[in-house]
């Protein structure tokens, strides 16, 4: 008795896989706002992104339903007395294969996530479509990305005029560097001859201006001496 139970439950457990698997498939596709018309595991409905968030929502509910079904047949199968290492192995995978399907759906949750916050942030950029509904158009999406592509490429101009303006500003400063460089030091740029004129015509000065000091200091001397003189002269007389 206990073996065809468990082999009840493990065909329940593989037929709810195997819906599961397509389920996900067409719920990617919604999810990616992609996929046309057709069956597509829907039942001959429409998968594409016109239909709204309602058919996400629902085929989400759906999906999670079916696979806490299948958590609890692999909890029912697990409190079977144990029939094996076989039966322990099958029952391994079948936990390993609800691991994965868990893991798929909170994947495609969260890109669908991602996409709607995308196209709310275009959207509140002025790029929602003329009828106002949330959903957009093929047209529009390719409306926006080339938007989105001029505004990187705007950008990408700033960014090098910038770097030519910061280029420019660098050269004009290294010119003025050197301007100051060469004014700071006049002499190097004199020929040998005009600066040995230079150098003879400050000594020149030189020598003319102690000339002039010290013909200054013995006439001030002869002076002094010469009163002293004429002092003397009228003492010895008187």
Wanted: aromatic share 6%; glycine share 10%.
């Amino acid at each position: 008795m206990g073996g065809s139970s468990y082999d009840v439950l493990r065909k329940q457990a593989r037929s709810l896989e195997n819906e599961i698997d397509l389920k996900l498939v067409a719920f990617s596709k919604i999810g990616a706002g992609s996929g046309g018309g057709g069956s597509g595991g829907l039942g001959g409905v429409d998968t594409s992104p016109l239909l709204g968030e309602h058919v996400f929502d629902s085929l989400s509910e759906e999906i999670e339903q079916m696979l806490e079904k299948l958590s609890s047949l692999n909890e029912s199968m697990s409190d079977l007395p144990a029939s094996g290492a076989a039966a322990m192995h099958t029952l391994q995978r079948h936990r390993e294969i609800l691991q994965g399907y868990r893991q798929e759906f909170n994947k495609i949750c969260a890109n669908h996530t991602m996409r709607i916050e995308r196209e709310e942030l275009l959207r509140g950029s002025g790029l929602a479509t003329s009828s106002g509904s949330p959903s957009i158009s093929g047209l529009n999406r390719r409306e926006m990305y080339l938007k989105e592509s001029g505004h990187l490429n705007s950008a990408s101009h700033v960014v090098n005029d910038q770097i030519n303006i910061a280029i420019e500003t660098r050269d004009h400063l290294h010119a003025q560097r050197q301007a100051f460089k060469r004014a700071a030091d006049p002499l190097l740029t004199i020929s040998p001859i005009d600066s040995h004129l230079i150098f003879q015509r400050i000594n020149i000065k030189k020598t003319t201006r102690i000339r002039l000091i010290w013909g200054a200091v013995f006439g001030f001397l002869g002076v002094v001496i010469g009163f002293c003189v004429i002092l003397l002269l009228l003492y010895a007389f008187n």
